[in-house]
Nanobody, 118 residues
C-alpha cells in the first residue's frame, strides 16, 4: 500500500513563500512520476506541477504558475518538493501530492491546506 505523507502547508501573507514536501513509501516499483495538484473551493482539481524520475527530471507546470513555483525531487528519499514563491490569494487551495508507479497505478495524498491572505 502506497503511502504519501505531505507537509509544509499553512497560512502566509501575499508575496510570501511556502515549501511543500511529500514523502512516498510502500511501493515495490519506483515512482516514475511525482507531482502536485490543487483544488480551490468550488473549483475542480488542477495540475500544479509534475516531475519524472531519472537524471533529466523532466518537469511540467501549469502555465500560470511558471516562474513562481518550482518542483523538485529527491529520488533517494522518494520525496517531492514544491517551492512556492510570490504567493497570491488565488493560490489558496488544498494541495495534493500525486505519484505514479508500475506504469498506470497512481496514489494521492490526503491534501495540505495552503491559505494566502491579502
Amino acid at each position: 500500500q502506497v503511502q504519501l505523507v505531505e507537509s509544509g502547508g499553512g497560512v502566509v501573507q501575499a508575496g510570501g513563500s511556502l515549501r511543500l514536501s511529500c514523502a512516498a513509501s510502500g511501493s515495490t516499483f519506483s515512482f516514475d512520476a511525482m507531482g502536485w495538484y490543487r483544488q480551490a473551493p468550488g473549483k475542480q482539481r488542477e495540475l500544479v506541477a509534475t516531475i519524472l524520475s531519472g537524471r533529466a527530471g523532466i518537469t511540467n507546470y501549469a502555465d500560470s504558475l511558471k516562474g513562481r513555483f518550482t518542483i523538485s525531487r529527491d529520488n533517494a528519499k522518494d520525496t517531492v518538493y514544491l517551492q512556492m514563491n510570490a504567493l497570491k490569494p488565488e493560490d489558496t487551495a488544498v494541495y495534493y501530492c500525486y505519484v505514479r508507479y508500475a506504469g498506470r497505478q497512481s496514489s494521492w495524498g490526503q491534501g495540505t491546506q495552503v491559505t494566502v491572505s491579502s
